[in-house]
């Protein structure tokens, strides 16, 4: 939560100067769902209001997710309370309150019911598009759930024929471009480990 007061104080990749000796914000971290609750957080100007109104939010779009998925009302019913009741998302979500993940699952299931759906039928330009918004979302929202909807959507690849593998091919190319402003930064850190620390560092005592 302090990083989406930090979101409207400072914005996107600014410097914090005052906490952790300074750091870059979301250099490192999505900032999928921090975008999602901005606009609330700006009208509501309280960070908690601000989470409640975000979190019940995303309850019904897990719940519109959810009916998508199973047509039949119980089976929507009972998949979304197994699905988001579970003691680890209500451990996960509703006590420690990692909103992101719980945001980015969301954003795949709906990338679930996609999946499903064009694996009999052929992708249209609806559905192109429909896939090249979730996926970048996902993308910039959580990488534990990127990493489960890439996967469905090879698996959708593969059942493919040529003149549709391009087109996959092409809104997962242009999905990366597009969330280019994000992971170019994390690249960066990951290949250039400025966060990294010799343990020698901490044995001469020179962080103290």
Same mark, same amino acid.
């Given at each position: 939560?302090?990083?989406?007061?930090?979101?409207?104080?400072?914005?996107?990749?600014?410097?914090?100067?005052?906490?952790?000796?300074?750091?870059?914000?979301?250099?490192?971290?999505?900032?999928?769902?921090?975008?999602?609750?901005?606009?609330?957080?700006?009208?509501?100007?309280?960070?908690?209001?601000?989470?409640?109104?975000?979190?019940?939010?995303?309850?019904?779009?897990?719940?519109?997710?959810?009916?998508?998925?199973?047509?039949?009302?119980?089976?929507?019913?009972?998949?979304?309370?197994?699905?988001?009741?579970?003691?680890?998302?209500?451990?996960?979500?509703?006590?420690?309150?990692?909103?992101?993940?719980?945001?980015?699952?969301?954003?795949?299931?709906?990338?679930?019911?996609?999946?499903?759906?064009?694996?009999?039928?052929?992708? =249209?330009?609806?559905?192109?598009?429909?896939?090249?918004?979730?996926?970048?979302?996902?993308?910039?929202?959580?990488?534990?759930?990127?990493?489960?909807?890439?996967?469905?959507?090879?698996?959708?690849?593969?059942?493919?024929?040529?003149? =549709?593998?391009?087109?996959?091919?092409?809104?997962?190319?242009?999905?990366?471009?597009?969330?280019?402003?994000?992971?170019?930064?994390?690249?960066?850190?990951?290949?250039?480990?400025?966060?990294?620390? =010799?343990?020698?560092?901490?044995?001469?005592? =020179?962080?103290?």
């Amino acid at each position: 939560l302090s990083e989406l007061h930090l979101l409207a104080n400072y914005g996107f990749h600014a410097t914090v100067p005052h906490w952790y000796n300074g750091f870059t914000l979301f250099q490192v971290y999505p900032p999928g769902w921090y975008f999602f609750s901005l606009p609330i957080y700006m009208i509501t100007d309280n960070i908690r209001i601000t989470a409640l109104i975000s979190l019940v939010i995303i309850l019904i779009l897990g719940f519109i997710a959810s009916s998508l998925i199973f047509k039949k009302s119980p089976n929507k019913i009972i998949f979304f309370v197994f699905f988001f009741m579970n003691p680890i998302m209500i451990d996960y979500i509703f006590f420690i309150g990692r909103f992101p993940e719980l945001f980015g699952w969301v954003i795949y299931l709906f990338i679930f019911y996609l999946v499903f759906k064009y694996k009999n039928i052929r992708i =249209e330009t609806k559905g192109f598009f429909l896939f090249t918004i979730l996926l970048s979302l996902i993308i910039i929202t959580h990488q534990y759930a990127s990493f489960p909807a890439l996967l469905l959507i090879f698996s959708l690849f593969l059942t493919k024929p040529k003149k =549709e593998k391009f087109m996959i091919l092409l809104f997962v190319l242009l999905s990366i471009i597009l969330t280019s402003f994000y992971w170019q930064g994390l690249a960066k850190v990951l290949i250039d480990k400025p966060y990294a620390v =010799e343990p020698t560092q901490y044995q001469k005592g =020179e962080l103290l």
